[in-house]
């Protein structure tokens, strides 16, 4: 069974040879967040499959929020490709939870921590996080988890 920074690899060799600049663009640049995060520290180390999909919704968060300022600022084709390649990452990461299913996790972990009232948020996102890590933005989360506490 091949690893996901493996599969990534292969990805790259596969759009470096269709001549698709944008995969290639978007791999290299997460092969390269993948290295710099494998030899930070005290001694050099491979990194697991969920450690590897932390790096790539960190990318492709990085991707989304330059494709918006790009977009603000009347660049439209800098927005177009930053976009492409954010639909690139997004294909290596887990399905996003949709607002239902999200919002039935969040439910069930205020009954199992019993939080009542915006004080409780952080017992809630304690349990919540490891959860949907890679599957929901923390930022929509919290959001969320806070509209069912004070509601």
């Known amino acids: 069974m091949t690893t996901l920074k493996e599969q990534i690899r292969a ?16 791999l290299r640049m997460v092969l390269t967040s993948i ?23 960190r990318e492709a968060k990085r991707r ?13 084709e800098q927005a177009a490709a930053e976009r492409a390649e954010e639909d690139v990452l997004n294909a290596y990461l887990p399905a996003q939870l949709d607002d239902a299913e999200l919002a039935a996790m969040i439910a069930e972990a205020i009954t199992e921590t019993g939080a009542t009232g915006p004080g409780g948020m952080g017992q809630v996102m304690k349990l919540l996080t490891p959860r949907v890590a890679g599957r929901a933005d923390g930022k929509r989360v919290a959001a969320m988890v806070r509209g069912q506490l004070s509601g």
């Open 11 to 26: 990805d790259l060799v596969t759009a470096m040879k269709a001549r698709d600049e944008i995969s290639a663009r978007a």
């Open 35 to 57: 290295r710099n995060e494998e030899v930070s520290g005290t001694a050099v180390r491979e990194l697991a499959d969920d450690e590897v999909v932390k790096i790539l919704g």
């Open 64 to 76: 989304r929020e330059a494709a918006s300022a790009f977009a603000e600022a009347g660049r439209a």
